[in-house]
C-alpha cells in the first residue's frame, strides 16, 4: 500500500465512529469475528480500545490485522483502522488512488 493510499483511508476513516470496542476482555474470538464481519460489509473499519483493556493498542492491532488479514491503517491514541478490499467486485466500496 502506498502513502497516498494509505492518507486517502486515513481521510476516509476521519469521518467514521468507531464500529467496534475492545474492552476488558481484551481480543476475543468474538471481537475478532465482529471486526471481521465489518470488514466484509465495510473495508474500512475503526475500533475503539477502552480505558479498562489493559493490553497495548498497538499490540491489539498487530494481532486483529493478523487475524482478520486487514491491513493496518493507523493507530491514533486509542483507535485502530483497518482496511480489508471486498473480495466480491460488486461489493466493493472504496475505490484506492493509483
Same mark, same amino acid.
Given at each position: 500500500?502506498? $502513502?497516498? =493510499?494509505?492518507?486517502?483511508?486515513? $481521510?476516509?476513516?476521519?469521518? +467514521?465512529?468507531?464500529? *467496534?470496542q ?12 465482529? *471486526?471481521? =464481519? ?10 475503539? *480500545?477502552? =480505558?479498562?483493556?489493559? +493490553? +497495548?493498542t ?11 488479514? $486487514?491491513?493496518? *491503517? ?25
Amino acid at each position: 500500500m502506498t $502513502s497516498k =493510499q494509505r492518507a486517502y483511508l486515513k $481521510s476516509l476513516a476521519m469521518k +467514521e465512529d468507531a464500529l *467496534v470496542q475492545i474492552g476488558k476482555g481484551g481480543l476475543t474470538p468474538d471481537v475478532t469475528a465482529a *471486526v471481521a =464481519q465489518a470488514l466484509e460489509a465495510r473495508e474500512l473499519v475503526k475500533v475503539g *480500545v477502552l =480505558q479498562n483493556c489493559m +493490553e +497495548e493498542t498497538d499490540e491489539l492491532a498487530r494481532t486483529l490485522a493478523e487475524r482478520t488479514r $486487514s491491513i493496518l *491503517v493507523q493507530v491514533i491514541g486509542k483507535k485502530i483502522v483497518l482496511y480489508k478490499e471486498a473480495k466480491d467486485e460488486k461489493k466493493r466500496r472504496i475505490t484506492l488512488p493509483a
